[in-house]
Nanobody, 123 residues
């Protein structure tokens, strides 16, 4: 059974930094891509950043230069280092792994999302 555990959200002043983490647990052999998305009430969930197991990254234009996604493949964990946070970055952040193989190298069916990490940017 696949489980995702996020941590690291909280309240930060504009210009401050936060680091989110998301660990995928279970009998997992590999995860092709892991990413972060965010959503505020009344709006669609949007991509923040993704990173695949080959190191290829993708960032939303709104966060380029301020946010960095890193990944520990051995631990099936991703991190989102967010710097120079702005009020528009306030949102609920969700991690999402894609292309999971279980310990028997069989694809894990399902669409997996973390429980969400609230990020509040306010003075």
């Amino acid at each position: 059974q696949v489980q995702l555990v996020e941590s690291g959200g909280g309240l930060v002043q504009p210009g401050g930094s936060l680091r989110l983490s998301c660990a995928v647990s279970g009998s997992i052999f590999s995860v092709y891509s892991m990413g972060w998305y965010r959503q505020v009430p009344g709006k669609e969930r949007e991509l923040v950043a993704t990173k695949n197991n080959g190191g290829v990254t993708e960032y939303a234009d709104a966060v380029k230069g301020r946010i960095a996604i890193t990944r520990d493949n051995a631990k099936h964990t991703i991190y989102l280092q967010m710097n120079d946070l702005k009020p528009v970055d306030a949102s609920n952040y969700y991690c999402r792994p894609v292309g999971l193989l279980d310990a028997t190298r069989v694809a894990c069916e399902g669409d997996y999302w973390g429980q969400g990490s609230q990020v509040t940017v306010s003075s």
